[in-house]
């Protein structure tokens, strides 16, 4: 039997159903997390073998000496893995120092996890990518922007979605940005980006240990995460009814470009909606970064409904098996609505429900963790036709104010 460590098994909540798939396929699994046992979901006990409790995650000592001694009890350690983003690292530290060899290495992380050093591996894949600079003093990041021109895009070089991330319009917001991260974050590398007209197109797949696509999906978010966090808006993202080819050839080519091997992957793109000298004509489709894990949140699920499927079982075939027999049914467009909290709306929670019903898969609150890119309060739902998921969001979105 493979045994297999699960970081984090608890979040996010529905990250239970990867486990109860591998366990479902004859795997040993073993989860390690920071919240109590008594306190995790029913169905993530039922799915896991055993389950070592730390005091926290962020404790390397700790999580090393969970490690050791699932393999001092149940032998080798055939995987380890987190599907998150957050603990990419901790994850490869952990599979270095113990020789699991089934994924990403420490030396691997900077190309995986530091924006600037992902556009030589798309250059190499032939995807055009946003010119750049690292931020360094005034002067520096003034004689980047007389070549790109205001406005620019600054956030941390290895940072998380959408955290921490501006848009610097002139000279003023420049310095104001200088001296707050001068005083709060002066070790942090940043990088600096032209801006890109653009809306958010995604290539989620499941690749197989041949860097070979088993499953493919996608989605779009018409709406910048930067400012959906940064104006605390209202989030709306959906999967698309068919992924558009251009955005398969760039997913595929980036695969190979980054070596991806039995992973989940969810690669952003921008699909520019004008035309821009220095990087090409609308619609064109322009590298923005890799995230070498699914999607966030619920979006498995959204993809899901979207293609009458389960990938949490083609992932855990894939692990297992190397491959899948899971079937794919009808497509749909699976739409995204996530309420902010305090907002005035011209359709109440219950209004929305009666009207929708039909079309409803999920209805949630969303955690205070997840809920500054996705709201407060998400509904899910699917739609035969792009025109009904537009009309889907403008009740849910529209305001009194």
Same mark, same amino acid.
């Given at each position: 039997m493979k045994n297999f460590i699960f970081i984090s098994p608890n979040f996010p909540t529905n990250y239970w159903q990867f486990c109860y798939e591998l366990k479902n396929n004859g795997m040993n699994v073993l989860g390690i997390g920071d919240q109590p046992y008594d306190e995790l979901l029913p169905e993530l006990k039922e799915s896991l073998n055993e389950y070592y409790k730390v005091d926290s995650l962020e404790n390397y000592d700790e999580v090393y000496r969970a490690v050791a001694f699932f393999i001092f009890k149940?032998? $080798?350690?055939?995987?380890? +893995? %987190?599907?998150? #983003?957050?603990?990419? #690292?901790r994850d490869a530290a952990l599979r270095t120092d113990f020789h699991i060899t089934s994924g990403f290495q420490t030396s691997d992380i900077p190309r995986i996890k530091y924006k600037s050093k992902m556009k030589e591996y798309y250059q190499k894949a032939g995807i055009t990518t946003a010119r750049y600079h690292l931020v360094d003093d005034f002067e520096g990041c003034r004689?980047?922007?007389d070549e790109v021109g205001y406005p620019v895009v600054v956030k941390p070089d290895n940072g998380v979605g959408a955290s921490d991330t501006h848009k610097l319009s002139n000279d003023q917001e420049l310095q104001r940005f200088l001296n707050i991260r001068g005083s709060c974050h002066p070790d942090v590398?940043?990088?600096? +980006? #032209?801006? *890109?007209?653009? +809306? *958010?197109? %995604?290539?989620?797949a499941i690749i197989d240990a041949n860097g070979n696509p088993i499953f #493919?999906?996608?989605?779009? @978010?018409?709406? %910048?995460?930067?400012?959906? *966090?940064?104006d605390r808006d209202? %989030?709306?993202?959906?999967i698309v009814k068919d992924l558009p080819e251009d @955005? $398969?050839?760039?997913? $595929?080519?980036? *695969?190979?470009?980054f070596g991806v091997k039995s992973r989940f992957v969810h690669f952003e793109f921008f699909r520019m909606t004008e035309d821009q000298a220095s990087m090409g004509e609308k619609g064109k489709i322009v590298a923005l970064e890799v995230n070498m894990r699914p999607c966030g949140g619920f979006t498995p699920d959204m993809i899901n409904f979207a293609r009458s499927t389960n990938v949490y079982k083609i992932w855990a075939d894939m692990i297992a098996f190397g491959g899948t027999d899971m079937p794919v049914g009808e497509h749909y467009y699976c739409a995204y609505a996530g309420r902010r909290d305090g907002k005035s709306f011209v359709y109440s929670h219950e209004q929305i429900m009666q009207k929708y019903q039909d079309n409803m898969m999920m209805v949630e609150r969303i955690p205070d963790a997840l809920a500054d890119a996705m709201g407060n309060q998400m509904y899910v739902a699917n739609f035969s036709t792009k025109e009904e998921m537009d009309r889907f969001y403008a009740d849910v979105l529209a305001v009194t104010d």
């Open positions: 149940y032998g $080798r350690i055939d995987w380890l +893995e %987190s599907n998150n #983003e957050y603990w990419l #690292e004689k980047f922007i590398p940043y990088i600096m +980006e #032209e801006f *890109v007209h653009a +809306e *958010v197109n %995604s290539y989620d #493919e999906a996608g989605n779009v @978010t018409p709406m %910048s995460i930067m400012d959906i *966090v940064n209202n %989030s709306i993202y959906y @955005t $398969r050839a760039a997913g $595929r080519a980036t *695969v190979k470009s």
